[in-house]
Each structure stands twice: as structure tokens, then as C-alpha cells.
């Protein structure tokens, strides 16, 4: 059996450490800036929205934050104690899941729980449309949703995913791996539409967050700073050209771009970094949180979500 909570002992039993270690410092020539937005809600997990003034965030405690442009309230839920992702295909079709197996579903007006069939803690969620979602969790649970119910799938795995992402429904790529002993191992896996198969890949430690600008351009990340690339063919190391010390080496939570030469990883310690497609390079938030969460509207608007209860929102000058 899966010992249910043992990732996010890794990733948020950390948070208070964490946030008191002091921020790397940060590259001078990535021209981004952000502002800063308090919530006054702890412990938020993940981030999507629709448009730049239709945004979700979500997180610890029956949490799920919405912004309207100006500011962001909470929005009504119950029964979703840690909710860790959420995506969408509209402001009026949201999926958010997180632990115990919860599945919740906005349809412009209220949030309900959808049956998910298991109670393993649900890590991602993504879909090519409405009737085509699919969720990655915990033992290598993979479940997909065709407008009508949840069922689920044959990873081929029991080790746990923590993330999901794809150019289309035949390149579809989830993340994950074993993260104890602290760095693990990583696993990437491929669904051409009708199976899912592990990825050959090099040697990598367990793996958090996957995004791509196209089938032949995939980033992935995860724990001591570890950033691999796909091209189409085959996964190679990407350095992370940081000043972080060998023995402090953060988790690479989250994985997002604009395209192919505008992609941030975030994570621990306040990490944010920046890929121009050529380089990595640290970006200064003035934070030292944990960064759980990105989404953007385009290159020019991006928002970070933390454990602290931040919200980040970047201006490219």
C-alpha cells in the first residue's frame, strides 16, 4: 500500500524551514519584475485561470481563492481538506483535486464533489476539453474523465505522479517518481492515446512538475534542481546555472512557459528560475517561500502562488 501524505511530507513539512532560509541572489539580466500580493490565506498549492481576470488558486483547508481582476475572495467549498491543482477549459469548467481523492468541479456558479473512485491523494489535472480530463496521483493512479464519469486507467506503475501535461490526446506525459530517500528517483511516462509506457530517460531524481510549448518541446523538473528537456526524440539534463549551494540544493515544484523561450521552474526556498531559450537563470522576488504554483496569461503576465499565502504577478519590463 502507498503510504498516503509521504510526498507532501517531503514537499510541505519543509515549508517553515524553508522559508526562513535566506534567497539566492538573483541573475541582473532577466528583465522580470513582480509585485507582490498578500491573501491573508496560508497554504496555497496551485494555480489556473481562464483569462488574466479569471483566475483560481487553491490550497490548504477547503481553499479555493478566485480573482476578478482587482482582488481575490474565496469561493464557497467543503469537504476538500488539501486540494493541490486545478485546470480547466473555461471560467465555467474548473476541476480541482487534491487529497483523499477528491475531484471537485466549478460550472460558473457553485464548486461540487465529483466520485472520483479512490482515495488516494490526486496530484494534477489536465485535459485536451471538458469530456477529455485526465488526473495523476499516488500510486501511480491515472484516472480519466469523458464527460460523463471518472475511470481508471493502467499506469503500469505504482510509483507515485505528480504532475500531467500534453501537447494532445495521443502525447500526453506524466511526472513523478519516488522522492524518498530524499532526492529519489524519477519517472517519466507516455500515453500515445491507447497505453501508457515509461519514457527512457537519464538518471534523475523524483520528479514534480512537466510542461510543454509542443510534443518536441518538453520541460520537466523536480527535487535538487533537477530540469530535463525532451525534443521529440529523447530527455537530456539541463544545468540550473544557480548560486545555491550544493548541500542546499531546492525542489523544482512547477514547471510553466509562455513558449519555447519564456519557461519558469519554481519551488523551494524561493526558487524561481528563468529559461530565455538558451540559458537558466535565478529571478529576485524578494521572497523566500515555497513556490508551489505557476500559470500565466501570456509571457507578460504571470502568477506565482506560495504556502505563505502569496501571490506573485510578473511585469516584463
Same mark, same amino acid.
Given at each position: 500500500?502507498?503510504?498516503?501524505?509521504?510526498?507532501?511530507?517531503?514537499?510541505?513539512?519543509?515549508?517553515?524551514?524553508?522559508?526562513?532560509?535566506?534567497?539566492?541572489?538573483?541573475?541582473?539580466?532577466?528583465? *522580470?519584475?513582480?509585485?507582490?500580493?498578500? $491573501?491573508?490565506?496560508?497554504?496555497?498549492?496551485?494555480?489556473?485561470?481562464?483569462?488574466?481576470?479569471?483566475?483560481?488558486? *487553491?490550497?490548504?483547508?477547503?481553499?479555493?481563492?478566485? /480573482?476578478?481582476?482587482?482582488?481575490?475572495?474565496?469561493?464557497?467549498?467543503?469537504?476538500?481538506?488539501?486540494?493541490?491543482?486545478?485546470?480547466?477549459?473555461?471560467?465555467?469548467?474548473? /476541476?480541482?483535486?487534491?487529497?483523499?481523492?477528491?475531484?471537485?468541479?466549478?460550472?460558473?456558479?457553485?464548486? $461540487?464533489?465529483?466520485?472520483?473512485?479512490?482515495?488516494?491523494?490526486?496530484?494534477?489535472?489536465?485535459?485536451?476539453?471538458?469530456?477529455? *480530463?485526465?488526473?495523476?496521483?499516488?500510486?501511480?493512479?491515472?484516472?480519466?474523465?469523458?464527460?460523463?464519469?471518472? +475511470?481508471?486507467?493502467?499506469?503500469?506503475? $505504482?510509483?507515485?505522479?505528480?504532475?500531467?501535461?500534453?501537447?494532445?490526446?495521443?502525447?500526453?506525459?506524466?511526472?513523478?517518481?519516488?522522492?524518498?530517500?530524499?532526492?529519489? +528517483?524519477?519517472?517519466?511516462?507516455? /500515453?500515445?492515446?491507447?497505453?501508457?509506457?515509461?519514457?527512457?530517460? #537519464?538518471?534523475?531524481?523524483?520528479?514534480?512538475?512537466?510542461?510543454?510549448?509542443?510534443? +518536441?518541446?518538453? /520541460?520537466?523538473?523536480?527535487?535538487?534542481?533537477?530540469?530535463?528537456?525532451?525534443?521529440?526524440?529523447?530527455? $537530456? #539534463?539541463?544545468?540550473?546555472?544557480? @548560486? !545555491?549551494?550544493?548541500?542546499?540544493? #531546492?525542489?523544482?515544484?512547477?514547471?510553466?512557459?509562455?513558449?519555447?523561450?519564456?519557461?519558469?521552474? *519554481?519551488?523551494?526556498?524561493?526558487?524561481?528560475?528563468? !529559461?530565455?531559450?538558451?540559458?537558466?537563470?535565478?529571478?529576485?522576488?524578494?521572497?523566500?517561500?515555497?513556490?508551489?504554483?505557476?500559470?500565466?496569461?501570456?509571457?507578460?503576465?504571470? !502568477?506565482?502562488?506560495? @504556502?505563505?499565502?502569496?501571490?506573485?504577478?510578473?511585469? +516584463?519590463?
Amino acid at each position: 500500500m502507498i503510504a498516503r501524505g509521504r510526498t507532501a511530507i517531503v514537499l510541505l513539512g519543509v515549508l517553515a524551514s524553508a522559508a526562513c532560509e535566506g534567497a539566492p541572489p538573483s541573475s541582473a539580466a532577466d528583465a *522580470v519584475s513582480w509585485s507582490r500580493i498578500e $491573501t491573508g490565506k496560508q497554504g496555497l498549492l496551485g494555480i489556473w485561470g481562464a483569462a488574466p481576470d479569471d483566475v483560481f488558486a *487553491v490550497g490548504v483547508g477547503n481553499l479555493i481563492l478566485h /480573482f476578478d481582476g482587482s482582488a481575490w475572495t474565496q469561493m464557497p467549498v467543503d469537504s476538500a481538506p488539501r486540494l493541490i491543482a486545478a485546470w480547466g477549459t473555461s471560467g465555467q469548467d474548473v /476541476f480541482a483535486v487534491g487529497s483523499d481523492g477528491v475531484i471537485l468541479h466549478y460550472d460558473g456558479r457553485v464548486w $461540487t464533489a465529483m466520485e472520483s473512485g479512490t482515495k488516494q491523494d490526486l496530484r494534477a489535472v489536465w485535459g485536451t476539453s471538458g469530456r477529455s *480530463v485526465y488526473v495523476v496521483g499516488y500510486g501511480g493512479t491515472v484516472l480519466h474523465y469523458d464527460g460523463a464519469s471518472w +475511470k481508471p486507467m493502467d499506469s503500469g506503475t $505504482t510509483s507515485d505522479l505528480s504532475w500531467i501535461w500534453g501537447a494532445s490526446e495521443s502525447e500526453i506525459l506524466a511526472v513523478g517518481g519516488d522522492m524518498m530517500p530524499m532526492p529519489g +528517483k524519477g519517472l517519466i511516462l507516455h /500515453f500515445d492515446g491507447t497505453a501508457w509506457a515509461p519514457m527512457a530517460m #537519464p538518471p534523475s531524481p523524483g520528479l514534480q512538475g512537466v510542461w510543454g510549448s509542443s510534443a +518536441k518541446d518538453v /520541460f520537466a523538473c523536480g527535487a535538487d534542481l533537477a530540469l530535463l528537456h525532451y525534443d521529440g526524440t529523447a530527455w $537530456t #539534463p539541463m544545468p540550473a546555472n544557480t @548560486s !545555491f549551494p550544493p548541500n542546499q540544493l #531546492p525542489v523544482l515544484l512547477r514547471v510553466w512557459g509562455s513558449g519555447p523561450d519564456d519557461v519558469y521552474a *519554481v519551488g523551494f526556498i524561493g526558487a524561481v528560475l528563468h !529559461f530565455d531559450g538558451k540559458t537558466w537563470t535565478e529571478t529576485e522576488t524578494g521572497l523566500k517561500d515555497t513556490f508551489s504554483g505557476i500559470w500565466g496569461s501570456s509571457a507578460e503576465d504571470v !502568477f506565482v502562488v506560495s @504556502s505563505m499565502g502569496n501571490v506573485l504577478r510578473s511585469r +516584463k519590463e
